[in-house]
């Protein structure tokens, strides 16, 4: 995977609302206020740095211990587990309410972007990072990724909330959960081909 995957990457989890965004329209609408919107932004966005970093430093951490080639090799059996799980099953991730405080969302989004395998797809890249840079390397690679999911998530909440709201989002909505699992499934294959 190379630095335009990474970027991509964090694209697509901007663009998916259980990353985020539609969280933060929905506080933003709730409370009828644009600054709850915004405020909720890089709070999220932390949260999902946070899951994606200790995906980075558990890599960097056994690199030294692990070969690339089984860490390949479990990772991408991990990824094709976890994606096939997330697809065959019919359980939605939930929150108990929309009143969060700040730090509240930013636990909520760390465990969401956990449970979504938000740094489980870029497990190839890490692994491909040189050992003596494992971990500030995956780090950085972790840093970039988050901020094009946060430039993604912020563009697409502020559009929803200025000028869609949530009339669009009932007309338009489709199953964001089914294509994430499916590219981690996909992201996983390409692991396993990869280590072979």
Same mark, same amino acid.
């Given at each position: 995977?190379?630095?335009?995957?990474?970027?991509?990457?964090?694209?697509?989890?901007?663009?998916?609302?259980?990353?985020?965004?539609?969280?933060?329209?929905?506080?933003?609408?709730?409370?009828?206020?644009?600054?709850?919107?915004?405020?909720?932004?890089?709070?999220?966005?932390?949260?999902?740095?946070?899951?994606? /970093? &200790?995906?980075? %430093?558990?890599?960097? +951490?056994?690199?030294?211990? @692990?070969?690339?080639? $089984?860490?390949? =090799? !479990? #990772?991408?059996?991990?990824?094709?587990?976890?994606?096939?799980?997330?697809?065959?099953?019919?359980?939605?991730?939930?929150?108990?309410?929309?009143?969060?405080?700040?730090?509240?969302?930013?636990?909520?989004?760390?465990?969401?972007?956990?449970?979504?395998?938000?740094?489980?797809?870029?497990?190839?890249?890490?692994?491909?990072?040189?050992?003596?840079?494992?971990?500030?390397?995956?780090?950085?690679?972790? /840093? &970039?990724?988050? %901020?094009?999911?946060? +430039?993604?998530?912020?563009? @697409?909440?502020?559009? $929803?909330?200025? =000028? !869609? #709201?949530?009339?669009?989002?009932?007309?338009?909505?489709?199953?964001?959960?089914?294509?994430?699992?499916?590219?981690?499934?996909?992201?996983?294959?390409?692991?396993?081909?990869?280590?072979?």
């Amino acid at each position: 995977m190379t630095i335009a995957a990474v970027i991509l990457l964090g694209a697509f989890h901007g663009l998916n609302p259980a990353m985020g965004w539609l969280f933060a329209v929905a506080r933003g609408l709730q409370e009828r206020s644009r600054d709850q919107l915004l405020q909720s932004l890089p709070v999220i966005a932390a949260g999902h740095l946070a899951s994606v /970093a &200790l995906v980075a %430093l558990v890599v960097g +951490a056994t690199g030294s211990l @692990v070969t690339g080639t $089984v860490l390949s =090799v !479990a #990772g991408g059996v991990l990824l094709v587990g976890f994606g096939l799980w997330r697809l065959l099953s019919k359980r939605h991730f939930r929150w108990v309410g929309m009143r969060l405080s700040l730090p509240q969302l930013a636990a909520w989004s760390f465990l969401m972007s956990s449970a979504h395998g938000a740094g489980l797809m870029l497990i190839p890249v890490f692994t491909g990072l040189h050992r003596g840079h494992a971990i500030s390397g995956g780090l950085g690679v972790a /840093a &970039l990724h988050t %901020l094009a999911m946060f +430039a993604v998530a912020g563009t @697409v909440a502020v559009v $929803v909330y200025e =000028v !869609a #709201g949530l009339t669009f989002l009932r007309r338009a909505w489709f199953n964001v959960d089914r294509m994430w699992a499916a590219a981690l499934v996909g992201a996983g294959i390409i692991t396993l081909a990869q280590a072979a």
